[in-house]
C-alpha cells in the first residue's frame, strides 16, 4: 500500500488535472499555490510539504463523481486516505497537519467569526458533509493535540489556493523539500 517519494511525485503529475472540488483550477494547481503559501509565510519544510500534499487522498480516489457527492451529501473524507500511502515515507510533523487539515476548517468557524464568511460557498457546503462548526469542547479538544497549530496554518493556505492562473514555482521545485523531510528509512 505504500507508494514511493517518485509515486508520490508521478501522481500529482499524472493525476494533477483533476478539477479542485468546485473551484476553477485543478488540483496540481492547487497543491502548488498552497505550498508556495506556506514557504512565503515562512513555514518549514514539512509543513510546505504538507501543504503540498494535504489533498493526496483526492487523486488517489479512483472514480470521483463530484456532482453524485454533492447530491448525496456525501464525505470523500479524503483527509484519511492518503495516510496509509504516505506513513512510511514522512515524519509527524507531515502527516499530522495533513491528517487534521479539515477539522481544522471546522475549528476556525467557531474562534473566527470572519472565517465563515470567508469560504467560498462550495467550502461551506463541505463544512456541512465534514460534521459543521466545534462547539467550545470540541475545539479546546481539536486545539490541544500535537500539530493542530501546524493543521490551522495549512487550513489556511488552503483556503486562500484556490486562485485561477496564478503564477507560482513548479513541481520540480518541491524536490529538494521532499528529499529533505523524507524519512530516511523509506
Ligand atoms: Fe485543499
Given amino acids: 500500500m505504500s507508494l514511493t517519494l517518485s509515486e508520490v511525485i508521478s501522481l500529482l503529475e499524472r493525476r494533477g488535472q483533476i478539477q479542485y472540488g468546485m473551484e476553477a483550477i485543478n488540483q496540481l494547481e492547487h497543491a502548488l499555490q498552497c505550498a508556495d503559501l ?36 456525501q464525505d470523500d473524507l479524503h483527509q484519511y ?8 515515507l514522512f515524519p509527524a510533523a507531515v502527516l499530522e497537519p495533513i ?25 461551506k457546503h463541505s463544512l456541512e458533509q465534514q460534521g459543521g462548526v466545534y462547539n467550545v469542547a470540541e475545539a479546546s479538544a481539536f486545539i490541544a493535540q500535537p500539530y493542530a497549530a501546524e493543521s490551522v496554518r495549512l487550513r489556511r493556505y488552503d483556503d486562500l489556493a484556490k486562485v485561477p492562473a496564478k503564477a507560482v514555482p513548479p513541481l520540480s521545485y518541491y524536490n529538494s523539500h521532499l528529499n529533505k523531510v523524507v524519512l530516511k528509512s523509506a
Fill in 99 to 123: 491528517r487534521m487539515h479539515v477539522d481544522a476548517k471546522r475549528y476556525l468557524c467557531l474562534i473566527d467569526p470572519s472565517y465563515w464568511a470567508s469560504l467560498s460557498a462550495a467550502s
Fill in 81 to 88: 486516505i492518503a495516510l496509509p500511502f504516505i506513513r512510511s
Fill in 38 to 73: 506556506a514557504e512565503n509565510a515562512g513555514e518549514t519544510p514539512e509543513i510546505v510539504v504538507a501543504s503540498l500534499l494535504h489533498d493526496l487522498g483526492h487523486l488517489l480516489v479512483e472514480t470521483r463523481d463530484e456532482q453524485q457527492m454533492q447530491k448525496t451529501k
